[in-house]
């Protein structure tokens, strides 16, 4: 019988979940849950209770983040799982690889430019091995549409025009939690636009080349003008305690939701951490509203935008080829920034395919049925990175740390483009590392 692999998990906040159940349940039989670690005692103590009540499997040592390296050393695990705070994953993945550990990291796989080439330089020195997680390369449609892509429908990938908008209840989030800081997330071009332009990179199967960038925050955050606009004036810094509540359309009863009071507001007495700090509170200085273009080694050219908050949320992938125009996209429910869905009649949302080939009758393309988290994205994911090996992959959908790179930095040279006004080359951010592993598109 073949020993399963021990894994120890960093960090056990709100995403850390799927991992949790993947090592202890759906996955056991290739994997073991030996350790957690995170800087909150009542987290670990709370992700120990639901691995006995709610997996069935049994409790694991716990230690605090300044006992990394005595974990690693005691439990010896094979692998390290990395779902902390973004600002830290480049600490977590460093110190596991020089201490004999590979890494499975959730993405984004660091922050900035200088944490990628640490990370890069740790990779190249150690040889250890670095997945990141990208589930959206594994959801049903976005494989269907990989699928067509590869199949050359549209020809050669000439461009391709995305948006992404967020809506109040999802996009407003971010600007609740700690990712509202740049120097913890990165902002959300590297927090959250790591999905879309990774799925971007592996659309084209191509690797980016040069960055020019533009943004603002106009709606969140202390300056935007949006406290007078509500009559907000004397806000607090949390929703919990603010007398404006009553008039705020913004307003969170973290009370209210049996998981967020659980993992957070039972646990601020051992870190301070609060989850539900005002959308427009000081802190605020990442941006909500970007637009930037970016050149590949193709030839291709992409121009992508993000907004945070919008009424409701969705996105399109529009991709022009030498043979055609293929649409890719989903629009969602609006929304109450409490996650209300409200009525939007005449207005079908869901999510489409179309096809517009050259001289030819256009063509929607039927979706294929999926189900599960992240539309069908998170089981395969965790099936891929936690199971035996997998058979050969057309799709290449596993990521490894070149692709994790090239999505982050996207966004590290969008935020130096901004900074400075100027477009930004890629290659001068990072050293030594090599080319994305990409599937080879059609030829033409």
Request: with cysteine; hydrophobic share 40%.
């Amino acid at each position: 019988m073949t020993r399963r692999k021990r894994y120890v998990q960093v960090g056990v906040g709100a995403r850390s979940r799927g991992y949790t159940v993947a090592l202890v349940k759906t996955m056991k039989s290739t994997c073991e849950l030996v350790g957690i670690c995170d800087t909150n005692r009542g987290r670990m103590e709370l992700c120990n209770r639901k691995i006995v009540k709610d997996l069935k499997g049994k409790a694991v040592p716990m230690f605090l983040d300044t006992e990394f390296d005595a974990m690693i050393r005691r439990l010896k695990p094979d692998v390290v799982v990395v779902t902390s705070v973004d600002c830290f994953h480049d600490q977590y993945i460093v110190r596991a690889m020089d201490l004999g550990c590979d890494v499975v990291s959730e993405k984004p796989m660091t922050t900035d430019a200088k944490k990628c080439q640490r990370i890069v330089d740790a990779v190249n020195r150690t040889g250890r091995d670095l997945k990141v997680t990208f589930n959206c390369r594994y959801m049903p449609a976005m494989v269907q549409v990989k699928d067509l892509l590869m199949q050359g429908v549209i020809g050669k990938i000439l461009s391709v025009d995305v948006h992404w908008i967020l809506d109040v209840d999802h996009g407003a989030s971010y600007f609740r939690r700690w990712h509202s800081e740049i120097g913890k997330s990165g902002g959300l071009l590297l927090h959250k636009a790591t999905h879309h332009l990774d799925l971007a990179n592996w659309f084209l199967s191509a690797n980016p080349v040069e960055v020019f960038a533009m943004g603002g925050r106009r709606f969140y955050g202390a300056q935007s003008g949006m406290v007078k606009r509500y009559g907000l004036q004397g806000h607090s810094e949390r929703c919990l305690t603010c007398r404006r509540r009553g008039k705020c359309p913004f307003f969170m009863d973290i009370r209210k939701s049996a998981d967020l009071k659980g993992m957070y507001l039972n646990c601020e007495k051992h870190d301070g951490y609060i989850r539900d700090r005002c959308v427009f509170h000081k802190k605020i200085n990442i941006m909500d509203t970007m637009s930037l273009v970016v050149r590949y080694d193709t030839g291709a050219f992409l121009s992508y935008s993000l907004n945070a908050f919008t009424p409701y949320e969705g996105f399109r992938y529009a991709f022009n080829g030498n043979k055609g125009r293929l649409e890719f996209e989903h629009i969602g429910a609006p929304l109450t920034s409490q996650g209300k869905v409200l009525p939007a009649k005449g207005m079908p949302g869901g999510m489409r395919i179309r096809l517009y080939p050259h001289f030819k009758l256009a063509q929607s393309i039927p979706l294929k049925k999926f189900k599960g988290s992240h539309w069908g994205g998170d089981d395969r994911l965790m099936a891929d990175v936690f199971g035996a090996k997998s058979t050969k992959d057309p799709y290449l959908r596993a990521a490894n740390y070149a692709s994790g790179a090239m999505s982050i930095l996207i966004g590290a040279a969008a935020n130096k483009s901004m900074r400075t006004g100027q477009p930004v080359k890629i290659a001068s951010l990072v050293k030594g590392l090599p080319p994305a592993r990409l599937p080879k598109m059609k030829q033409w």
